[in-house]
C-alpha cells in the first residue's frame, strides 16, 4: 500500500508547487498592475499633448530644470517647438496663449488655484492670501484686503514710497559715490531689495525693518529666501511633498518665530509688529495694516498676510528695478533718452521733486521702459498652475480633462513674436511709442498679465508701479550710473523671480 502511495504523494506535491509558483506570479502581477496601469492610465489622458517624452509619465524633468534655475527659458522653448499648449508633467500643461489665462483667471471663471500654491503655505497651520485654493475664502480675505492695497484708505503710500527712496539716496551719498579719486562700486541688485524691504515693510506695518539703514541683509533674510524660494518652486511640482513637510510630524523642522536668525526671526519681528496694533491701548493708523485691521482681517491673519505681503512685495518689485536699470545701463541710446526726457520735464517744470506719481505717468518713454523691463524679464517666473473644472475644457482645440493643470509660460506670452514683433526678445521700449492704438491694446493687455488678472490680480499692483514711476526717475536726475564689468553686468538665474547676483555698478554725480 505503502508503494502505490508514493506516485500520488509526488503529485500532489508537484500540484502544489504549481499552485505556489502560480500564487507568486499573480502576486507579483497584481503589483506591477498596481504601479503600472495608473501611469499608464495617466499617461493616457493627456497623450494627446505634446510635450517631452519623460514629462508624459514623471516629474523629474519638471523638477530638473527648476532646480536648475531655466524652467521659463525651456518653457518658452517647447511652446515654439510643440505650439501653445505643451504637456510638462504626468497632470500639468503649460500655455503661452494670453487668451487662455484670461479664460482661467476671469472673475467668474470655474477654474481654482492648482496643488502647486500649496507649497506656498508661509504658515504651515494655515493658507494666506497667494497659497489659499478655496474660492470662497479667498474672496472673503481678498475683500478684506483690496482698499489697503489700493491706497484709498492709505493716505500715505506715496509719502511712504518718497521717504524709504530718500533713504536710498542718503545711502548712495554716504557710502557709494565714485569720484575720480575714489572707487566706490554699489551691488545695485542688493540695494534694489533693500530698498524694496524697507519700503513694503513700512507700508505693512508701520516701519522699514532698516534694511537701508544698516546697508546690511538684516535676519539674513535674503540669504535664506535665495536659498528657499528655489526649494519652494521645486515642492510646488511635489505638492504631496510639501504637505508632508508641513505635516505636524515635521513642521518643526521648519522656521519659527522664536529663531535667533534666518526667516523664523524674520516672521517674529513681522508677528510682533502687527501684534502691537491688536493691543488693547493701541491707537488705529491710517495705513495698509490699519485698513486691513478695520475690514475684520483677525491676529492670525494679519500676521500671515504681513509676512506674505514682505516676501512677495520685496522680491518681485526689487526683481523689475533690477532689470530696469540693468537693461539702460546695457543700451546706452535708452539710456541717453530717458535721461533727456526726465531733464526736460524738470526743466519745464512738469516734475516736482521728488516726482508724483501722476506726474511720472505723464512721461511717455519712463512708461516705456517699465512696461518693456516688466515684458522682458517677468518679475514672477512660477507657472502658476491653476486648475481644469470637473467637466473638462477645451484648451487650444484640444478637450482637456477635468483635474489637470494648466501653467502659463511667462517667457514665451511675454516674448512673443506674434504680440510684440520679431525682435520680441530685444529690450526696445519704443515698441510702446510706435504701435498702432489696435497693436497697443493688444501688447498692453498681455503686459499687464505679469500682475495676473481677474479674480487672482496681483493686489500689490499699486505699489509696484508707484516705487517704479518714482525711483528711476530720483536715480538719473541725480547720478550717473555704468555697470562695472559690461561683458558680464550681472548673474542671472529663475527660481520663482528672478536672482540677480553680482550686479555691480560705478554711480557719480551728474554736472549740474
Request: charged share 25%; proline share 6%; hydrophobic share 40%.
Amino acid at each position: 500500500m505503502a508503494f502505490t502511495d508514493r506516485p500520488a504523494a509526488a503529485l500532489i506535491s508537484r500540484a502544489l508547487d504549481a499552485t505556489g509558483a502560480t500564487a507568486a506570479t499573480v502576486f507579483v502581477a497584481g503589483v506591477v498592475a498596481l504601479l503600472v496601469l495608473p501611469t499608464i492610465v495617466q499617461w493616457y489622458r493627456l497623450s494627446h499633448v505634446p510635450g517631452p517624452k519623460l514629462a508624459a509619465v514623471s516629474k523629474y524633468w519638471q523638477i530638473r530644470e527648476s532646480i536648475k534655475g531655466t524652467l521659463p527659458q525651456v518653457l518658452k522653448d517647447l511652446n515654439d517647438k510643440h505650439g501653445s499648449l505643451v504637456r510638462i508633467g504626468p497632470n500639468d500643461l503649460v500655455t503661452n496663449d494670453p487668451d487662455v489665462l484670461r479664460k482661467m483667471m476671469a472673475v467668474r471663471s470655474p477654474y481654482i488655484r492648482g496643488p502647486w500654491y500649496e507649497a506656498w503655505r508661509l504658515n504651515p497651520t494655515r493658507d494666506n492670501l497667494f497659497s489659499m485654493r478655496d474660492e470662497a475664502g479667498h474672496t472673503a480675505l481678498r475683500n478684506k484686503m483690496v482698499a489697503g492695497y489700493s491706497g484709498k484708505e492709505n493716505l500715505s503710500m506715496e509719502s511712504t514710497v518718497e521717504t524709504e527712496i530718500a533713504r536710498l539716496v542718503e545711502l548712495i551719498e554716504r557710502k557709494y559715490i565714485s569720484t575720480s579719486k575714489d572707487y566706490r562700486p554699489m551691488d545695485f541688485g542688493e540695494k534694489a531689495q533693500y530698498f524694496t524691504l524697507d519700503v513694503i515693510s513700512d507700508l505693512a506695518f508701520g516701519e522699514p525693518l532698516g534694511y537701508l539703514e544698516k546697508d546690511e541683509d538684516v535676519y539674513d533674510y535674503i540669504k535664506i529666501t535665495t536659498a528657499s524660494i528655489p526649494a519652494m518652486l521645486t515642492l510646488g511640482s511635489i505638492p504631496t511633498l510639501a504637505n508632508i513637510i508641513q505635516s505636524r510630524f515635521l513642521r518643526w523642522l521648519l522656521p519659527k518665530e522664536t529663531d535667533k536668525i534666518g526667516f523664523g526671526a524674520f516672521i517674529g519681528v513681522t508677528n510682533n509688529a502687527v501684534a502691537a496694533r491688536f493691543a488693547p491701548n493701541a491707537v488705529p493708523q491710517q495705513d495698509m495694516l490699519g485698513s486691513f485691521i478695520r475690514h475684520g482681517l483677525n491676529l492670525e491673519e494679519a500676521q500671515g498676510e504681513a509676512v506674505l505681503q514682505i516676501v512677495a512685495g520685496s522680491d518681485t518689485s526689487a526683481s523689475t528695478i533690477r532689470a530696469v536699470m540693468l537693461n539702460i545701463c546695457t543700451n546706452p541710446p535708452v539710456y541717453q533718452k530717458l535721461q533727456k526726457e526726465i531733464d526736460e520735464a524738470i526743466a519745464k517744470g512738469k516734475i516736482s521733486s521728488p516726482i508724483k506719481d501722476a506726474e511720472a505717468r505723464q512721461l511717455p518713454y519712463l512708461q516705456a521702459v517699465i512696461r518693456e523691463a516688466l515684458r522682458i524679464l517677468p518679475p514672477a517666473g512660477g507657472a502658476f498652475f491653476k486648475q481644469v473644472p470637473p467637466g473638462g475644457d477645451v484648451i487650444c482645440g484640444k478637450f482637456i480633462p477635468g483635474g489637470t493643470q494648466i501653467g502659463s509660460s511667462p517667457l514665451g506670452i511675454h516674448h512673443s513674436k506674434k504680440t510684440y514683433g520679431e525682435d520680441a526678445e530685444t529690450f526696445r521700449p519704443e515698441r510702446w511709442l510706435e504701435a498702432d492704438e489696435e497693436q497697443l491694446e493688444k501688447m498692453k493687455g498681455t503686459a499687464d498679465l505679469v500682475f495676473h488678472y481677474g479674480k487672482w490680480q496681483c493686489p500689490g499692483k499699486t505699489v509696484a508701479l508707484m516705487e517704479f514711476n518714482k525711483i528711476f526717475v530720483e536715480l538719473l536726475r541725480r547720478y550717473e550710473w555704468s555697470v562695472i564689468n559690461p561683458f558680464n553686468a550681472a548673474k542671472l538665474n529663475n527660481a520663482g523671480v528672478w536672482m540677480f547676483d553680482d550686479f555691480w555698478v560705478r554711480v557719480t554725480r551728474r554736472e549740474k
